[in-house]
């Protein structure tokens, strides 16, 4: 048995609702039912949380992922720049012009390079995995069947 109430809703609402139940091509009043009984609801809460915990789950990985990225980065970096400083002897004033503008044509180069990686989608950290599980790969007992 059903029971008949009646509501006065603002202007705005009320037409949200016709809107929505003739996208829909529902009745107004199943709209209004299913609404309130999802509101009433003593586990709409318990799904609204797990729906929140799901999404800052993804999140999470999505932000390890790029901390972990950021890691191989910064060493990355690190590592050349030590190698480099530790390599690479200071020039003499008379030699200063010509590296410099030597300079300027490899860093144009690098960015041109650069540019290219970034098109093709591939990353530092995705080769790193690639190359440390083919390294592993390798390293590893063989079994041959007897």
């Known amino acids: 048995m059903r029971t008949k109430h009646t509501f006065r809703l603002p202007p705005d609402l009320a037409g949200k609702l016709a809107d929505y139940a003739a996208r829909k091509r529902v009745p107004q009043a199943l709209v209004v039912e299913t609404a309130l009984a999802s509101h009433l609801s003593p586990d709409g809460a318990d799904r609204l949380e797990a729906a929140l915990a799901r999404r800052l789950d993804r999140m999470t990985r999505q932000i390890e992922r790029l901390e972990r990225h950021v890691t191989i980065s910064n060493e990355a970096l690190a590592l050349f720049v030590r190698f480099w400083l530790t390599s690479t002897p200071p020039l003499p004033d008379t ?22 990686r970034l098109a093709r989608g591939k990353t530092l950290a995705e080769e790193i995995t690639a190359d440390i599980g083919d390294a592993t790969s390798t390293n590893a007992p063989q079994t041959r069947p007897s």
């Open 95 to 116: 030699a200063q012009h010509a590296a410099q503008a030597k300079g300027r044509e490899r860093y144009d180069g690098f960015v041109e390079a650069l540019g290219r």
